[in-house]
């Protein structure tokens, strides 16, 4: 059982969601949060949500992906802190177009974001853990989707699942320096994140809080997602999954690909459907 209080946390993502829950969440555990995510004003308000629990807060608005934000990232937060103990990767954001109508630039930013910005934060954090001989927790915010695909999902499923691998590998490169890694993999989870989707995806007017694909006894609470992943701080595991039914549903398709394809084309099926019903009750929408 590791202790957290008076443990520095860096959560990325933290100005919304899944993030700004996980960032109250350890703050209630006693830790001190370094807020990361560009909206600066929205930092500000969870920064002051968490002091609230006695702790010390300090945002950094900042891109993620721009170059050089993992050394200032973790520069700032020695600088302030003096140490950080734990990592939370998890800005992030999905889209839902076709993979042959995305464009390449975006396919690569996406990438850009999710995976490499995540990759490089923890890298970075774990060389100075290494060099300092301290011991350390990476935690990604993959997804059930990083084991399972989805038709018209496939750049965000492919990211989250390179997350997926990343932090099962490295898990076993880094245990034998105490640095533990663990990959989170919520379901359908209430937080502005469909939203995004649809304005990334050109569906601005569709506005779905949870998409039409999820069935809606799985959709969970961002404080859900965050409870679990500060008991994964406590102990940690090298996966946090926040449903046993999409876990063991994870299985079934791993062990039997035949039973993935045909939920695939029944739900590739009703995307279609759905665009279709969106473009007839909308006749500027593109055919
Ligand atoms: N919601 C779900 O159903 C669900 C399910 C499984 C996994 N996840 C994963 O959970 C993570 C959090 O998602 P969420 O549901 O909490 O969505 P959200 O409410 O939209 O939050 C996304 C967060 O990422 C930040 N972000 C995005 N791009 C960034 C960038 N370039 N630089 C810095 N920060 C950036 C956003 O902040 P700014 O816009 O202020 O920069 C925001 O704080 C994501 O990685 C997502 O893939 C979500």
Not at 198 to 208: C, I, K, N, P, T
Not at 250 to 278: I, N
């Amino acid at each position: 059982m590791r202790e957290l209080a008076d443990r520095v946390v860096v959560v990325t993502g933290a100005s919304s969601g899944i993030g700004a829950a996980t960032a109250r969440a350890c703050a209630a555990a006693g830790m001190h949060v370094v807020l990361i995510a560009r909206r600066a004003e929205r930092l500000g308000a969870v920064a002051a949500a968490c002091q609230e629990y006695g702790g010390r807060a300090l945002s950094i608005p900042i891109d993620v992906a721009g170059a050089g934000a993992s050394d200032e990232i973790l520069g700032r937060a020695m600088k302030e802190y003096g140490r950080v103990d734990v990592v939370v990767a998890n800005a992030g954001y999905g889209t839902r177009i076709g993979l042959l109508d995305m464009s390449e630039l975006d396919l690569r930013t996406m990438f850009e974001v999710n995976f490499f910005a995540a990759l490089s934060l923890c890298r970075a954090a774990a060389r100075l853990w290494i060099s300092a001989a301290q011991p350390g927790h990476l935690i990604m915010s993959s997804s059930c989707v990083g084991k399972f695909p989805l038709a018209y999902h496939g750049a965000y499923c492919a990211t989250k699942a390179s997350q997926a691998m990343a932090c099962a590998a490295l898990r076993a490169e880094l245990q034998a320096h105490r640095i533990a890694v663990s990959s989170v993999h919520p379901v359908t989870t209430r937080t502005e994140f469909f939203l995004e989707s649809d304005r990334r995806s050109g569906s601005d007017g569709l506005g779905v809080e949870v998409p039409d694909h999820a069935p809606r006894f799985l959709v969970q609470s961002p404080e859900r997602v965050a409870a679990a992943v500060v008991r994964c701080m406590h102990r940690p595991v090298p996966e946090v999954w926040t449903s046993s039914l999409v876990r063991l549903s994870a299985a079934l398709f791993t062990a039997c690909p035949w039973v993935l394809h045909q939920v695939l084309d029944h739900q590739a099926r009703k995307e279609r459907q759905q665009d279709a019903r969106s473009r007839n009750s909308d006749p500027s929408a593109p055919a």
